[in-house]
Nanobody, 124 residues
C-alpha cells in the first residue's frame, strides 16, 4: 500500500513557475514508476509526465515537453514536477500516481495509487 500526498499548487501568472511535490509513504517507493496527471472539471484526466523507478526513463506529454521537468528523490520518497513558463491552459488539479510495474505508462488506469490532488491556477 502506498499513500501519496501532493503539495505546491497555487495561483500564479502566465510565465511563472511552480514546483509540485508528491510525498509517498511506504518502503517500496523506489520500486514504483511515478506519474503526474492533471484534470480540468468536465474533461478527461490528462497524462503529464512519468518517471521510472531509477529515473533512467522519463516521458512527457507533448503539451508540457520543454517546460515541465519530472524528477524523484528516492531516499526522500518524493517525486517532483517543476513547471516553468506556465500557461493558462495548464490550469488544472494535478495528481501524482504510483505504478507497481517497471515500464512507464500514460493511461491513468495503469496506475495503482493516487494522491488527492493539488490545484494549479494560471492567470493570463
Amino acid at each position: 500500500q502506498v499513500q501519496l500526498v501532493e503539495s505546491g499548487g497555487g495561483l500564479v501568472q502566465a510565465g511563472d513557475s511552480l514546483r509540485l511535490s508528491c510525498a509517498a509513504s511506504g518502503r517500496t517507493f523506489s520500486s514504483y514508476v511515478m506519474g503526474w496527471f492533471r484534470q480540468v472539471p468536465g474533461k478527461e484526466r490528462e497524462f503529464v509526465a512519468a518517471i521510472s523507478a531509477s529515473a533512467d526513463n522519463i516521458y512527457y506529454a507533448d503539451s508540457v515537453k520543454g517546460r515541465f521537468t519530472i524528477s524523484r528523490d528516492n531516499p526522500k520518497n518524493t517525486v517532483y514536477l517543476q513547471m516553468n513558463s506556465l500557461k493558462p491552459e495548464d490550469t488544472a488539479v494535478y495528481y501524482c500516481a504510483a505504478r507497481a510495474y517497471l515500464n512507464l505508462a500514460t493511461r491513468g488506469g495503469s496506475y495503482d495509487y493516487w494522491g488527492q490532488g493539488t490545484q494549479v491556477t494560471v492567470s493570463s
